[in-house]
């Protein structure tokens, strides 16, 4: 899985829950406003997979996008101006041999609205949806040729645990990202 993404920025926000209890955050008085959604439903996926099949070099299957979205809908967020999809974040958590894992498995940021904290602001929306599940690590691939990408999870305060080969279908490297929640055992 990997991650392509923007940053920097932000706006005044305020909160308000939909009937569903998914939680949106909207700056305040802008009609351009970025609105962060908790993924709800199936209706969401056409927009999700356009996102990553745009921005992302691997192809993944509709079954790669339910088996994320079905199990965890909760640690997946859209990033929305009006009725447009600009960014999204897929991510699921599960136990590791003794810790309970966070795993950003995409992240897809519109090249138009890069540079504008919207790939931030979706991972630390995700990172605080995991942590409140208990969990006591992050971790991600992402192209060794992406330091959009590694910049900003850096910036969060991932560190390069591991360079995995070959590890795309195009033949790139990868580093695979950790970030501890909780201090290691």
């Given at each position: 899985?990997?991650t392509?993404?923007?940053?920097?920025g932000?706006?005044?926000a305020?909160?308000?829950?939909?009937?569903?209890?998914a939680?949106?955050?909207?700056?305040?008085d802008?009609?351009?406003?970025?609105?962060?959604?908790?993924?709800?439903?199936?209706?969401?996926?056409?927009l999700?997979?356009?996102m990553?099949?745009?921005?992302?070099?691997?192809p993944?299957?509709?079954?790669?996008?339910?088996?994320?979205l079905?199990?965890?809908?909760?640690?997946?967020?859209?990033?929305?101006?009006?009725?447009?999809?600009?960014?999204?974040?897929?991510?699921?958590l599960?136990?590791?041999?003794?810790?309970?894992?966070?795993?950003i498995a995409?992240?897809?940021?519109?090249?138009?609205?890069?540079?504008?904290?919207?790939?931030?602001?979706?991972?630390?929306?995700?990172?605080?949806?995991?942590?409140?599940?208990?969990?006591?690590?992050?971790?991600?691939?992402?192209?060794?040729?992406?330091?959009?990408?590694?910049?900003l999870?850096?910036?969060?305060?991932?560190?390069r645990?591991?360079l995995?080969?070959?590890y795309?279908?195009?033949?790139?490297?990868?580093?695979?990202?950790k970030?501890?929640?909780?201090?290691?055992?």
């Open positions: 899985m990997e392509d993404l923007g940053t920097s932000s706006s005044g305020v909160s308000a829950s939909s009937a569903s209890g939680v949106a955050v909207v700056a305040d802008d009609p351009g406003a970025v609105r962060y959604d908790v993924y709800e439903s199936e209706l969401q996926l056409p999700i997979m356009e990553i099949a745009k921005d992302l070099s691997e993944y299957s509709i079954y790669t996008y339910r088996y994320f079905h199990s965890w809908p909760d640690l997946s967020f859209l990033a929305m101006q009006g009725d447009k999809c600009i960014g999204v974040i897929v991510c699921k599960d136990h590791h041999r003794d810790r309970l894992r966070g795993y995409m992240l897809a940021v519109n090249t138009d609205y890069r540079k504008r904290g919207i790939g931030t602001g979706l991972v630390k929306r995700a990172l605080a949806a995991m942590k409140a599940k208990g969990a006591d690590e992050v971790v991600l691939e992402t192209e060794i040729t992406n330091k959009g990408a590694q910049g999870y850096e910036n969060l305060g991932f560190l645990d591991k995995m080969s070959k795309y279908l195009n033949g790139n490297d990868a580093y695979r990202l970030l501890w929640l909780t201090p290691p055992k």
